[in-house]
């Protein structure tokens, strides 16, 4: 076969007589491939608990969150829908390790499985715990937990603000404490939940408002014992952040003493329970008023002691050889201070009465120099200067007009328009450059420019003719 006759032999070999027919093919489209995928994987894996360390991590303003599931020899890419990305406790960030619970499903559009995650827990640490640390850490970060920022309880709070549950035990423990203690505290009570979805907000906006309330000088914030579910809306950061800037000191009653929250190191002061809380806001009214009375008597004891010591180095002073007869010294010594005072109160009698005479002479000088008269005068003088000089003015520019008319008669007499007024000329050369003055100095055919009154106009010589001298 020659190579020519290659390209006379078809692509696909027609089927002979005593050969079958090929089977007939089925063709799928793109989508349907991706869809017989989708629906075979997702039956096949519709729940499945994935290990593994998570990494590119990628909240968007969705609130679904997209990140990468791996380990030494594979990766899958998952999402987490904001639905259950709300009841996650702790905050995904790569490099962790965690459990995933969801299932494999088949993204459509790029033909990508992923893993569409349900569940997501901490691996080897509790969801709570890591979230409880990771809140801790920011928080820190920010300054929150610094001792430079705690602020000291009043001694003696007129009006205390409490925010809590209205139908928790704590409340009614605080007002108990409170109204044994200090009867005539003023209490303001701001109710809020302490437990549940949306509990943290609700605290925080109860301290802002009780904040904002005129007079209140400390607030408790608190609620009783429970578990780290129960008492978990006082570790989040809302609360944290309105405790931060609140402008009076938060003291932090939550749960029993061992219970540790948030809200316990940002404020200014913890109390084991709410009730500690309570006692310590406020101390016994008697106790403060004995406190007052035993400062009184260690002031009033101190006053008499001291007496008493310089009463005695007084008696030991005057004991001694140089101090006898002090008290007659001290008496002449008060007498000669008493010459001197007199003596000094005359002399400045004296000076003081001599500074007056002189006043009243400069005022009775002052009174007969009377200043309105003199303006008076003045003002007359000027008036009669102005009348003066007003005329003297008018004088001379009408002196200096008429001088002004005569000058101007005169010029307009000597002025050449004026000769050319009345019907002369000026006889120019072409250029304008010289005055014709005399016949001979043009030739026939020359051209020339003769002023006229109004006017000017161009002529030609044809003839001169020189005017005979009489």
């Not at 549950?165 to 939940?193: C, F, M, Q, T």
């Not at 806001?281 to 008597?297: P, Q, S, T």
């Not at 055919?445 to 005979?468: F, N, W």
Request: proline letters at 5%; a positive charge.
């Amino acid at each position: 076969m020659s190579p020519g006759d290659l390209f006379d032999l078809p692509f696909d070999d027609e089927p002979r007589g005593d050969e079958p027919a090929a089977p007939s093919r089925r063709i799928l489209t793109v989508t349907e491939l991706t869809g017989g995928i989708r629906r075979a994987i997702e039956s096949a894996f519709d729940e499945v608990w994935v290990e593994g360390e998570l990494s590119n991590c990628r909240p968007w303003q969705s609130g679904n969150l997209f990140f990468t599931l791996k380990d030494g020899g594979a990766q899958i890419r998952a999402i987490m829908f904001r639905s259950a990305v709300r009841y996650l406790k702790f905050k995904p960030e790569d490099g962790l390790r965690v459990l995933a619970r969801g299932r494999v499903g088949v993204y459509e559009p790029k033909g990508e499985y992923q893993l569409v995650c349900e569940y997501l827990e901490p691996h080897g640490l509790g969801a709570w715990q890591l979230a409880l640390e990771q809140i801790k850490r920011d928080l820190q970060r920010e300054g929150l937990f610094d001792p430079a920022r705690k602020r000291p309880l009043p001694a003696l709070p007129r009006k205390i603000g409490i925010v809590t549950s209205l139908d928790g035990a704590a409340l009614r423990d605080i007002v108990k404490v409170l109204h044994r203690r200090y009867p005539n505290a003023h209490l303001v009570i701001r109710p809020a939940r302490v437990q549940g979805e949306g509990a943290a907000e609700d605290i925080a906006r109860g301290l802002d408002a009780i904040g904002a309330v005129p007079g209140v000088d400390v607030v408790i914030v608190g609620r009783g014992g429970g578990s780290i579910e129960d008492l978990w809306a006082f570790n989040e950061k809302p609360v944290a952040y309105a405790i931060a800037r609140a402008p009076v000191p938060i003291i932090s009653a939550v749960g029993h003493e061992i219970d540790y929250t948030i809200a316990d190191l940002v404020a200014d002061l913890r109390a084991p329970t709410p009730s500690a809380a309570a006692e310590i806001v406020v101390a016994r009214k008697d106790e403060f008023i004995g406190h007052i009375d035993r400062l009184v008597d260690r002031v009033a004891s101190g006053v008499t002691r001291g007496l008493e010591r310089r009463r005695l180095m007084l008696h030991t002073l005057t004991g001694r050889r140089g101090m006898a007869g002090w008290p007659t010294r001290l008496a002449l010594r008060a007498r000669r201070a008493a010459e001197l005072a007199h003596a000094l109160g005359q002399t400045t009698r004296a000076l003081v009465g001599r500074r007056e005479r002189r006043l009243r002479e400069w005022r009775l000088r002052l009174e007969t120099c009377d200043v309105r008269q003199r303006l008076s005068g003045v003002r007359a003088r000027l008036g009669t200067t102005r009348n003066r000089l007003d005329a003297a003015s008018d004088r001379l520019r009408l002196q200096a007009d008429a001088r002004l008319r005569v000058v101007a008669g005169r010029l307009d007499s000597l002025s050449p328009l004026a000769v050319l007024g009345r019907g002369y000329a000026v006889c120019w050369n072409a250029d304008r450059t010289a005055v014709v003055r005399s016949a001979a100095a043009v030739s026939p055919g020359d051209r020339v420019r003769v002023t006229l009154h109004e006017g000017e106009i161009a002529c030609e010589v044809k003839s001169r003719a020189q005017t005979s001298e009489a």
